[in-house]
């Protein structure tokens, strides 16, 4: 990600939303661009998968002057960005630049289910991959050990932790769970974040209760209506190739009680307590 690093130039009014692998970044790609745009009369995520509407820039960077243009073929101020990369690796002019970070986080046990799915469908598409299905108890050992995509899992959150902990005007830290238990109460925390007051905003069918934008917003960005939408059926994402069909799988939560055996399960829940150890952060599901 050197390219990263040296060339992207960040505005102060950019909005980077940042997660690990495989913890629910799709969605919250549809409802930050929904908070922000709801007014707009024409919804853009029926026409464009959200990885197309907020460029990642783990993906720009790694492909062709065309996709650098992403980041300035669009919205012109308050840009939705998403990364992959931990805090710890985003450069200085990033850091400092003054934008707005919101970082998701999920139970690493459900995380690592999603990922061993994604991983597993990919392989197939790729001839220079492995046939064979990757098994989960090799999953469980790559997790322990943290060799995965972007860094050992549990610095990844703890750097976006701390973060949110010293500047929380700047970084928003979300947990995958508490959006599903009590997703209302979620959006209103993420919109104050984002400066979007929906009290005086009036959507594009002149609707300004609270309670009613605040359920347009779920709608539209709903894992089973995104899932539903020919957009994401079909195509597949340019860098990779990976059909967009494989980002939308069921979006639940302890799923991983299907897959992990109880001593994978306690394995992960030791390391967990270990690793958030004395820091105020839980990733309990519920």
Not at 119 to 126: A, G, S, T
């Given at each position: 990600?050197?390219?990263?690093?040296?060339?992207?130039?960040?505005?102060?009014?950019?909005?980077?939303?940042?997660?690990?692998?495989?913890?629910?970044?799709?969605?919250?790609?549809?409802?930050?661009?929904?908070?922000?745009?709801?007014?707009?009369?024409?919804?853009?995520?029926?026409?464009?998968?959200?990885?197309?509407?907020?460029?990642?820039?783990?993906?720009?960077?790694?492909?062709?002057?065309?996709?650098?243009?992403?980041?300035?073929?669009?919205?012109?101020?308050?840009?939705?960005?998403?990364?992959?990369?931990?805090?710890?690796?985003l450069s200085e002019a990033v850091r400092n630049s003054g934008c707005k970070f919101v970082h998701l986080a999920r139970n690493p046990k459900d995380m690592l289910v999603s990922m061993w799915h994604?991983?597993?469908?990919?392989?197939?598409?790729?001839?220079?991959?492995?046939?064979?299905?990757?098994?989960?108890?090799?999953a469980v050992e790559s997790f322990c050990s943290g060799v995965l995509p972007f860094g050992p899992f549990y610095e990844h959150v703890v750097g976006y932790w701390e973060e949110s902990k010293k500047?929380?005007?700047?970084?928003?830290?979300?947990?995958?769970?508490?959006?599903?238990?009590?997703?209302?109460?979620?959006?209103?925390?993420?919109?104050?974040?984002?400066?979007?007051?929906?009290?005086?905003?009036?959507?594009?069918?002149?609707?300004?209760?609270?309670?009613?934008v605040v359920e347009k917003v779920l709608w539209r960005s709903s894992f089973g209506r995104l899932k539903e939408l020919e957009v994401n059926k079909n195509g597949v994402l340019e860098i990779g190739?990976?059909?967009?069909?494989?980002?939308?799988?069921?979006?639940?939560?302890?799923?991983?009680?299907?897959?992990?055996?109880?001593?994978?399960?306690?394995?992960?829940?030791?390391?967990?307590?270990?690793?958030?150890?004395?820091?105020?952060?839980?990733?309990?599901?519920?």
């Open positions: 990600m050197a390219a990263f690093r040296s060339e992207f130039q960040p505005r102060s009014d950019d909005i980077p939303l940042t997660s690990f692998p495989k913890t629910g970044a799709t969605w919250l790609m549809a409802l930050c661009h929904n908070i922000l745009h709801l007014e707009e009369d024409d919804n853009i995520l029926t026409k464009m998968k959200p990885h197309d509407v907020v460029p990642a820039l783990d993906v720009v960077y790694l492909a062709d002057q065309v996709q650098h243009a992403l980041l300035d073929s669009g919205r012109t101020t308050g840009r939705l960005l998403h990364t992959h990369l931990p805090y710890s690796c994604f991983y597993n469908k990919i392989v197939k598409l790729n001839p220079t991959m492995p046939s064979a299905s990757f098994p989960m108890e090799g500047r929380p005007d700047k970084v928003l830290f979300l947990k995958y769970e508490e959006l599903r238990r009590d997703p209302k109460e979620q959006v209103r925390k993420l919109a104050s974040f984002l400066g979007k007051l929906f009290s005086t905003t009036t959507a594009a069918d002149g609707d300004d209760d609270d309670e009613v190739k990976v059909p967009n069909v494989h980002f939308f799988r069921k979006g639940t939560v302890r799923d991983w009680n299907n897959y992990l055996t109880p001593q994978m399960a306690e394995r992960i829940d030791q390391l967990t307590q270990l690793k958030l150890q004395g820091i105020g952060l839980s990733l309990d599901d519920f």
